[in-house]
């Protein structure tokens, strides 16, 4: 059975303090890792989609690595607006491409100015 | 361009009673995909389809719950007879490759 842990549950910054998100995963193969966020009262967000590992994707502030274990999402010099509960998910190579994912249960990051 | 569109956006019914939930996925995904989110358990998967046939539902609770989708615009989540426990966010995502987009969920209230 696929899993996801997600570490640490909360994670509480400063503004500008760079940290990492943790993703451990266990699949079967790994057909893709999703990374997303999620805002109170809304619905996931789509970030990142990292396929290999030693893969590397950045958007702003993040940046998401891939190794064959785990995933991490670097969140650098943060911003009270990247303050956000991040989900990980894997979607597992026996699957098709347009499959289910397994989530792992967030993190949320708060920042404070 | 409009993301995936769900309705109602918050439901608070009786135990017992029948609740609908639906959702309109992005046009030209042809996989749709029902989660439920709760503190305790996260966000877990239901059910999805693929060019609308359901393709694996085994993450739906018990018989008390079906969902169908008639056509590639529309999709509908049913619980009868609900119960407190099915209180949750109930979100519904689509994709026409890996990955999905979802709407902005259903919040549903079983008293």
């Known amino acids: 059975e696929d899993q996801v842990t997600q570490s640490p549950e909360a994670l509480r910054l400063q503004e500008g303090e760079s940290s990492s998100l943790n993703c451990s995963y266990t699949?079967?193969?790994?057909?893709?890792l999703f990374w997303y966020r999620q805002d109170p009262g809304k619905g996931p967000e789509f970030l990142f989609t990292?396929?290999?590992a030693g893969e590397e994707k950045e958007k702003e502030r993040l940046k998401a690595t891939l190794t064959k274990k785990e995933s991490f999402l670097h969140i650098t010099a943060p911003k009270p607006e990247d303050s956000a509960t991040y989900l990980c998910?894997?979607?597992?190579?026996?699957?098709?491409?347009?499959?289910?994912?397994?989530f792992g249960k967030g993190i949320t990051l708060s920042v404070r100015p | 361009d409009a993301g995936v569109i769900q309705s109602p956006r918050h439901e608070v019914t009786e135990m017992g009673q029948e609740v609908t939930l639906r959702c309109k996925p992005i046009?030209?995904?042809?996989?749709l995909f029902w989660y439920r989110q709760t503190m305790m358990r996260g966000l877990e998967l239901l059910i999805y389809?693929?060019?609308?046939?359901?393709?694996?539902d085994s993450g739906m609770p018990e018989d008390r719950f079906s969902a169908k989708m008639p056509n590639a615009s529309f999709s509908t989540l049913k619980i009868q007879p609900s119960e407190p426990r099915d209180s949750a966010v109930y979100f519904c995502?689509?994709?026409?490759?890996?990955?999905?987009?979802f709407g902005p969920g259903t919040r549903l209230t079983v008293t």
């Open positions: 389809f693929n060019n609308n046939v359901p393709i694996d």
């Open positions: 699949v079967s193969g790994l057909r893709g």
């Open positions: 998910a894997v979607q597992p190579l026996t699957s098709g491409a347009n499959s289910k994912l397994t």
């Open positions: 990292l396929y290999s």
């Open positions: 995502a689509s994709s026409a490759l890996a990955e999905q987009y």
């Open positions: 046009s030209g995904h042809n996989s």
